[in-house]
């Protein structure tokens, strides 16, 4: 059965940090993009990074850039987002995905788990 599954999440103050993980199952990430994405209650689902099959092109959405890192360890199975300077407005729901290729899109992913709740506040 295939799966991905986030950890890391959790309640943070402003200006802290904290990394997720994203780790799959019953497949192997070599052959997959991943993508974070997150929602904040009442917003829609957005993309906030994507990382290619072997980690040689990353993106980000402009609200996270120079404050979140996305990364992978093909040998671990696991991608990783760490974050860095979080703001209130960072607080959503997050989520990875896999797909062929990034592009950023909800309906462009094939596979998504179940996410994690990211916290800032003071």
């Known amino acids: 059965q295939l799966q991905l599954v986030e950890s890391g999440g959790g309640l943070v103050q402003p200006g802290g940090s904290l990394r997720l993980s994203c780790a799959a199952s019953g497949f192997t990430l070599d052959y997959y993009a991943i993508g974070w994405f997150r929602q904040a209650p009442g917003k829609e689902r957005e993309g906030v990074s994507c990382?290619?099959?072997?980690?040689?092109?990353?993106n980000y959405a402009d609200s996270v850039k120079g404050r979140f890192t996305i990364s992978r360890d093909n040998a671990k199975n696991t991608v990783y987002l760490q974050m860095n300077s979080l703001k209130p407005e960072d607080t959503a729901v997050y989520y990875c995905?896999?797909?062929?290729?990034?592009?950023?899109?909800?309906?462009?992913?094939?596979?998504w788990g179940k996410g994690t709740l990211v916290t800032v506040s003071s």
């Open positions: 995905a896999a797909a062929l290729y990034c592009s950023g899109r909800v309906d462009g992913m094939d596979y």
């Open positions: 990382i290619s099959t072997h980690g040689e092109s990353t």
